[in-house]
């Protein structure tokens, strides 16, 4: 934040760290984001994650990279922690969860069906 960046990209900065210390993280990112109001670009593979932090979560395919759902997220800020126990958060995280999948399942269909093509499906 020394150069005031307009926009902060960030892929998957808290992957690596136990569950408790990412939480924290979050919350700190939340209260940074509440004082200065920057757009972040925010990369996880975490659901609870990205619902948690965002106003906005985008699902995307594997390759090629395409976009699968768009979500506008119904909470208001600041957000508490507590949030993630509510039952609109975890259908939100149910829904995405089942987008993501159709995505993987239609995928492996492709590939499936490629391979049947080209004769390498080996059982």
């Given amino acids: 934040m020394v150069y005031d960046p307009e926009l902060l990209l960030m892929d ?3 992957s690596a760290l ?3 210390t990412r ?7 939340l209260d940074l984001w509440q004082q200065y109001t920057k ?5 996880t593979h975490s659901i609870r994650e990205a619902v948690f932090l965002a106003d906005r979560v985008l699902v995307m395919t594997r390759r090629p990279a395409t976009i699968v759902e ?3 997220i119904p909470f208001a800020r600041p957000r508490p922690m507590a949030i993630g126990e ?3 958060f975890n259908e939100i ?3 995405l969860r089942e987008r993501i ?4 399942y239609r995928e492996r269909g492709r590939w499936f069906e490629a391979s049947m093509v080209r004769g390498e499906l080996v059982g």
């Fill in 70 to 72: 768009d979500l506008t």
């Fill in 39 to 43: 757009t972040a670009l925010f990369v």
């Fill in 86 to 88: 509510s039952r609109e």
């Fill in 18 to 20: 136990d569950a408790i």
């Fill in 93 to 95: 995280c149910g829904h």
């Fill in 101 to 104: 999948e159709e995505g993987h």
């Fill in 23 to 29: 939480d924290e993280m979050n919350e700190l990112l």
């Fill in 12 to 14: 998957e900065p808290f």
